[in-house]
């Protein structure tokens, strides 16, 4: 983007952004209960089984032995982070309910 606009633009933000600090928050915590498990998985796999990530038959062969159990995974981190409490001034609430009372107070919006 900098060769084709130039540097002097500011056309992204480098570094940490301070004004999504719960976005940010929510990846951490993705990353730290539910992704760094299974990209160690595969990177022991890589290490101790031979697993070859540039072999599509390997690939195939993660698909269709891991894909459901990282589905399932992904659907069990999904659930608990959108009915975990988020401390807000004067109350708390899960994101499913602020999503819900967004959608109570303001109509359905992009469904």
Not at 23 to 44: H, I, L, P
Not at 47 to 69: A, C, D, V
Request: net charge positive; aromatic share 14%.
């Amino acid at each position: 983007m900098e060769n084709y606009r130039g540097v002097i633009r500011n056309s992204y933000i480098w570094g940490r952004s301070v004004h999504n600090t719960r976005v940010e928050r929510m990846w951490r915590d993705t990353t730290v209960a539910f992704s760094n498990k299974w990209k160690g998985f595969f990177y022991d796999l890589e290490r101790s089984h031979s697993l070859n990530p540039l072999l599509n038959r390997h690939i195939w062969l993660l698909h269709f032995l891991f894909l459901g159990k990282i589905d399932g995974d992904c659907q069990k981190w999904a659930n608990h982070w959108n009915n975990h409490k988020l401390s807000l001034r004067g109350r708390s609430a899960s994101p499913l309910q602020i999503w819900m009372e967004s959608q109570l107070l303001h109509g359905a919006r992009g469904l």
